[in-house]
């Protein structure tokens, strides 16, 4: 068996699927604000559920960021533990590649977002404010993200059955997190 944890979109997915890729089962939860006391017991009750216990595992896969720090840190620090004491492979994959299409905006802030206008460009950091200009100047109908911006075409739904589909699994002993430092921090 495989594990799929997501704990950086608006609520936390995660799937237990099989080597043939097919999901076995999934649990979608609300996280924010109660990552280090909600992640572990739920992804261990989870597994209970199914029947299967960690060492079951062959691969976990973690979206490892961009999102707050410590929001990041507790998620990468919880998989990394598991890992430590049952060896598993480990895959870390970011927001970004969550979405075949562009441009992707994740939410930072109360203030500003990451943006990433196409697969070739940087995850950018931008005011709320100002996305609306860059989407209207660049002529931007669609994007994908998950709140709703006026005359914007928001799409948010997950294609979770191809990303597992499609992951190549990457065998990494520990998980990095994804931070991306805002300038006006030091």
Known sequence: MNLFINPISKNCNIFLFNDNREIIDSIVFELKWN???????????????????????????????PWSFTWVRTAVLAINTIN????????????????????????????????????????EIIENSKLKQILEKNNIKTIYWEIELENIEIIEKIDYLSIIKELKFQNLEKIEPLYLKKPNIS
């Open 35 to 65: 990552e280090s006391s909600l992640l572990l017991p739920t992804i261990d009750d989870f597994l209970k559920k199914n029947n299967i216990d960690y060492f079951d595992i062959k691969n976990i896969v973690l979206v490892n960021g």
């Open 84 to 123: 430590y004491i049952t060896k598993k492979s480990l895959t870390a994959i970011s927001y970004f590649e969550l979405f075949k299409d562009y441009p992707i905006v994740k939410s930072s802030s109360k203030k500003d977002c990451f943006f990433k206008e196409n697969i070739n460009s940087e995850i």
